[in-house]
């Protein structure tokens, strides 16, 4: 079983920094895509930012010169590091990986963490 654990979420005043962690446990081959995505109130969950096995990084627009995504591989985990925090970065945000295991048999998998929330508020 793969599991995605997140941590680092808080409440933090406008302009401040968060670093999200999130790593992935489980009998796992391969991890592609990595990425994290934030649910606000009332609202769909969006992509927030995401990064390729090769390294490459997508962002939202409304996080672009705030937020960098990155992954160490040997420890299987993404990070999210947020500056110039906004109080509409308030959301849970949530883990996401495209993962790779071949056992029992050779499967694609999609997981989620259970989330970590973000307040940004004075």
């Known amino acids: 079983q793969v599991q995605l654990v997140e941590s680092g979420g808080g409440l933090v005043q406008p302009g401040g920094s968060l670093r999200l962690s999130c790593a992935a446990s489980?009998?796992?081959?391969?991890?592609?895509?990595m990425g994290w995505y934030r649910q606000a109130p009332g609202k769909e969950r969006e992509l927030v930012a995401l990064?390729?096995?090769?390294?490459?990084?997508n962002y939202a627009d409304s996080v672009k010169g705030r937020f960098t995504i990155s992954r160490d591989n040997a420890k299987s985990t993404v990070y999210l590091q947020m500056n110039s925090l906004k109080p509409e970065d308030t959301a849970s945000y949530y883990c996401?990986?495209?993962?790779?295991?071949?056992?029992?048999?050779?499967?694609?998998?999609?997981?989620w963490g259970q989330g970590t929330l973000v307040t940004v508020s004075s």
């Open positions: 990064v390729t096995s090769g390294g490459s990084t």
């Open positions: 489980g009998v796992i081959f391969s991890i592609n895509d």
């Open positions: 996401n990986a495209h993962v790779v295991i071949i056992t029992p048999r050779y499967s694609y998998l999609e997981v």
